[in-house]
């Protein structure tokens, strides 16, 4: 499918995930030629001349294997994920071609989620579920966010938008990033064990990286003091399971997931029947306000591109 405005410019041709940007937007810059593809529809309906001279390609948001289209666009020079995370699209990527990244699409959205997590596990929300569903009415005084200490860790602009929503509950926050910016307060990863006995809640924004990839394991979880809440809107893998498995089972640790490791969770997974331990199936950056942020970034690439000038969230190819 495809979309041609009538110019006599030369082409730029750009590959979407959805149609109508214009009309929600406005016109396409002099030259541009759009081609729309979903990543669900069979790839070789595509016209030719999309698959030959496709230049920028916005890949198709949360549509598992779309990547591969990849190695079917010679022309290709830019690729913009709509996701934060792209490090396993690096070495997909064919020689020329630069990626960019989603940053910023996901802040509010996951930030908003992971509060949820947050104040849902602090409030016994899954148990009061339960009790209505049973018709039980058994009420008990619950934790608190406000006046608990949370460590952010892997603190950057989705822990920024958490940040802000965590201090109007009136919580404290403990900012951690892979490395120290005494500048902002933010803590390096290696003063996780000095750091991790005072905090009540651990929410984990870490992308999976080598360095990343287990970084909050056993010893980690060793050091929080008992009743912690370990939340992780992350990546799964940042995330030791079987140690996450015997914490939780024991009923020393309680967690709030957004993630896992492996995923999806298979159904009869250990990690479902933890008691404290609740789980949603990765939608932290799925709510509404991610379609209108994505569409105003799409559009606004697309004009950078025709016209020749830098695109927006370069990620840096090692």
């Known amino acids: 499918m495809s979309e041609h405005p009538a110019t006599s410019a030369p082409a730029v041709d750009v590959l979407l995930p959805w149609p109508d940007l214009d009309r929600r937007h406005g016109p396409w810059p002099s030259g541009v030629r759009v081609h729309v593809w979903d990543g669900r529809t069979p790839e070789d309906e595509l016209p030719a001349e999309a698959l030959e001279s496709t230049g920028l390609w916005v890949i198709p948001y949360a549509v598992p294997g779309a990547e591969r289209l990849l190695p079917r666009l010679p022309a290709l020079r830019a690729v913009q994920s709509l996701s934060a995370?792209?490090?396993?699209?690096?070495?997909?990527?064919?020689?020329?071609?630069?990626?960019?990244?989603?940053?910023?699409?996901?802040?509010?959205?996951?930030?908003?989620?992971?509060?949820?997590?947050?104040?849902?596990?602090?409030?016994?929300?899954?148990?009061?579920?339960?009790?209505?569903?049973?018709?039980?009415?058994?009420?008990?005084?619950?934790?608190?966010?406000?006046g608990s200490r949370v460590a952010v860790i892997g603190y950057g602009s989705i822990g920024e938008a958490l940040e802000r929503r965590l201090l109007a509950c009136e919580a404290e926050v403990v900012r951690v990033a892979r490395r120290a910016r005494p500048d902002e307060d933010v803590h390096p990863v290696t003063d996780l064990p000095e750091l991790l006995p005072e905090v009540d809640i651990a929410v984990l924004v870490l992308p999976e990286t080598p360095a990343t990839a287990g970084l909050f394991g056993e010893k980690e979880m060793a050091a929080l003091p008992d009743g912690a809440l370990v939340v992780n809107v992350g990546r799964g893998r940042t995330l030791n399971t079987d140690a996450l498995v015997e914490e939780t089972r024991s009923g020393r640790l309680r967690a709030a997931l957004d993630v896992t490791d492996p995923e999806p969770l298979p159904g009869d997974h250990p990690l479902r029947r933890c008691p404290g331990v609740l789980i949603t199936p990765h939608v932290a950056g799925g709510s509404a306000t991610f379609r209108p942020r994505a569409e105003r970034l799409i559009v606004e690439q697309v004009r950078r591109y025709a016209a020749g000038e830098p695109l927006l969230n370069a990620f840096p190819r090692p």
Do not use: C, M
């Not at 070495?91 to 992971?114: Q, V």
């Open 85 to 146: 995370g792209v490090e396993k699209l690096l070495p997909l990527l064919p020689e020329g071609a630069a990626l960019h990244n989603g940053r910023g699409l996901h802040d509010a959205s996951t930030a908003e989620h992971a509060l949820g997590l947050v104040i849902a596990a602090q409030r016994d929300l899954p148990r009061w579920v339960e009790d209505q569903q049973q018709g039980r009415w058994e009420p008990h005084f619950t934790r608190s966010l406000a």
